[in-house]
């Protein structure tokens, strides 16, 4: 999968795809990510990414040029199956759409900043628009990376024990079930009996347990849908 991301703010997404899964899935080809700086598709000689509003509102609002021309580019090296907007006025994201992004092929996402941007490119360049969250982020880069990493760790080879990203909560509307790992008991506090009987029939029902009480108690909204 290739992930093309615009951002007038590129450095801040230097780290979240330098480690971990995210690192090892670009290393291995399950995934590619592009950061394209904004800026560098201005034509002119102050490269303005921004400018005020027409009406008047506060703050400034990002210019439909250098968007159309830097997605322009990309549609003419390949073909797009989405490209999203980050906007906390989009659709929430959840496991779904994560699983859903994660069979595509291309992919660009627009990382939105000050007050918005120009409306013509959510009119005419946009098909899908995310949120992370019903709350206000400085710009959408931080959603970004949040959305990429939900996609990429569901790609067949991203994660060596792909049963790993199955049994992710959510994945079947159930949060999972706690883990422990040694020592078996610390400072008094123990691990549950069940779980070092050696038993994988008696384990697997506890887990199965411990998920619908965990999920009834801290989020029965999942159980409804
Ligand atoms: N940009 C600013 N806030 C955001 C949010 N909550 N989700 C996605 N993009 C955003």
Request: aromatic share 6%.
């Amino acid at each position: 999968m290739r992930i093309d991301i615009l951002t007038v703010l590129p450095e801040l997404l230097d780290s979240p795809f330098a480690h971990s899964i995210i690192k090892r899935a670009q290393a291995k080809g399950v995934a590619e990510i592009h950061v394209h700086n904004i800026r560098n598709y201005t034509t002119d000689k102050h490269r303005t990414v921004d400018d005020y509003p027409f009406g008047g509102t506060a703050g400034m609002v990002m210019k439909v040029e250098p968007i159309f021309h830097l997605i322009s580019k990309l549609k003419s090296e390949r073909e797009y199956d989405e490209i999203i907007f980050m906007t906390p006025d989009g659709k929430t994201h959840n496991q779904l759409i994560a699983n859903e992004l994660s069979t595509l092929q291309n992919i660009i996402i627009l990382c939105g900043h000050y007050k918005g941007v120009d409306h013509r490119v959510r009119e005419h360049l946009i098909t899908r628009e995310i949120s992370v969250g019903d709350y206000v982020l400085s710009g959408g880069e931080l959603a970004a990376a949040v959305v990429v990493d939900s996609i990429i760790r569901l790609i067949p080879g991203a994660i060596s024990d792909e049963t790993s990203a199955l049994s992710d909560s959510f994945q079947d509307n159930l949060l999972s079930a706690p883990v422990y790992t040694r020592p078996a008991e610390f400072n008094g506090w123990k691990v549950p009996d069940v779980l070092l009987s050696g038993n994988a029939k008696e384990i697997e029902k506890w887990q199965e347990e411990q998920s619908l009480e965990r999920t009834t108690r801290l989020r029965p909204d999942l159980l409804i849908k």
